[in-house]
């Protein structure tokens, strides 16, 4: 059973550039979490997804940043015109469901790196 | 705003010490759960509280819940190398959200 995969692991951009981050949940589970991570710091959660709805996008800066989790495929988070504030490790996370007694299972993380 | 505090932020031991990592909440938690991260990984699940009081152990590893349900420790007795890593625990709060706050994580360096 694979876990949670995400990809690319390292993404270069420049300035100004779009970043696509993908994540395909565990087999079975429809529940996504996106987290970002700065260098030795913990995770900040930015949005929470189930198949075609966002249910939380409280943690998600309102410009430039967008998560989708479409019927068919992974999740994706958009990043457009990427400044150098957004490098960051970006980690998604699957669940089975969104109530209270479900772990979560994280991927490897996207290292972002906006040159 | 919710915030899950944890300290403390950096622990070095010698192996064999004991280690203890706090988590505190300022509201009531619904559950709390522990991630370990190593160096370089991704958070790997370690447990899940959901229970005023309750007490969960994995081999060497005590987790605890507060009564109040705001806060939560972490135990290892005699720690191995294979321990190092950050230490985070997660809070859902009860007001309903489906989001999880993040502690700030506590870095664990076992020396030899």
């Known amino acids: 059973n694979a876990g949670v995969m995400q990809n690319p692991r390292h993404l270069v951009r420049r300035r100004g550039q779009e970043a696509r981050l993908r994540c395909s949940p565990m087999k079975g589970h429809s529940h996504v979490y996106w987290y970002r991570q700065l260098p030795e710091e913990g995770l900040k959660f930015m949005v929470y997804l189930q198949k075609e709805n966002i249910i939380d996008e409280s943690g998600m800066p309102k410009e430039r940043f967008s998560a989708e989790f479409p019927k068919e495929g992974p999740s994706i988070l958009r990043i457009q015109q990427v400044v150098r504030g957004d490098s960051a490790a970006y980690f998604c996370?699957?669940?089975?469901?969104?109530?209270?007694?479900?772990?979560?299972?994280f991927g490897p993380g996207t290292r972002l790196t906006v040159t | 705003g919710q915030q899950v505090m944890q300290i403390p932020q950096y622990q070095h031991v010698q192996e064999g010490e004991d280690f203890t990592t706090y988590c505190n909440s300022s509201?009531?938690?619904?559950?709390i759960q522990w991630y370990k991260q190593r160096p370089g990984g991704h958070p790997v699940f370690l447990i899940q509280l959901v229970k005023s009081g309750e007490v969960k152990k994995q081999k060497r590893l005590t987790f605890q819940f507060g009564e109040a349900k705001k806060n939560s420790s972490l135990h290892i007795t005699a720690t191995q190398t294979t321990d190092v890593g950050t230490y985070f625990c997660?809070?859902?709060?009860?007001?309903?959200?489906?989001?999880?706050?993040f502690g700030t994580g506590t870095r664990l360096k076992v020396l030899a």
């Open positions: 997660a809070g859902r709060f009860t007001s309903g959200t489906y989001k999880y706050i």
């Open positions: 509201t009531t938690l619904s559950n």
């Open positions: 996370a699957s669940s089975k469901s969104g109530t209270d007694t479900y772990e979560q299972y």
